[in-house]
């Protein structure tokens, strides 16, 4: 079973439409958050698509736009139906992805981590550097024996 499912197909094609509309078409003045869409699930029968959105901006700006997204939904619903041609187009529900939150943050924390240990390492001297790899190289040269 090689190909793809036709929920999978159109939850792509919703994807981009949702992507498209909120960059170039939403007019509610409601959304002023970044909105990137990250990913759409689609019910088997295709009645409901749940469109996961992460929001960039303050916690009034997220808020806000959230408001915004559930407003056009039904909007966007009627354009999906007209562009992807079905026959019946899916419910939009929108939910937050806090998955890039999160792995902002991860980042964040493993860079505040790596700075505290660098910053904790002792500054080796490159004179005994050099001095420690001259002293190996001797102790490791084979002995003539003659």
Do not use: N
């Not at 029968?45 to 901006?57: I, K, P």
């Not at 806090?98 to 004179?127: F, M, N, T, W, Y």
């Amino acid at each position: 079973m090689g190909e793809v499912r036709r929920p999978d197909r159109v939850a792509e094609a919703i994807r981009e439409e949702v992507a498209t509309f909120l960059s170039e078409g939403a007019k509610d003045p409601r959304i002023r958050a970044f909105v990137t869409v990250t990913a759409v699930e689609v019910t088997r029968d295709l009645r409901h698509a749940t469109v996961f959105v992460s929001l960039m901006g303050d916690d009034a700006d997220k808020k806000s736009t959230t408001a915004g997204l559930a407003s056009v939904a039904s909007h966007l619903r009627s354009q999906l139906g007209k562009s992807l041609r079905l026959r019946s187009a899916p419910e939009i529900h929108f939910r937050t992805d806090e998955s890039v939150a999160r792995a902002s943050r991860i980042e964040h924390l493993l860079a505040k981590i790596r700075d505290e240990r660098e910053a904790q390492e002792p500054a080796q001297d490159p004179a005994q550097d050099s001095s420690q790899d001259a002293s190996v190289e001797a102790s490791d040269a084979p002995d003539k024996a003659e």
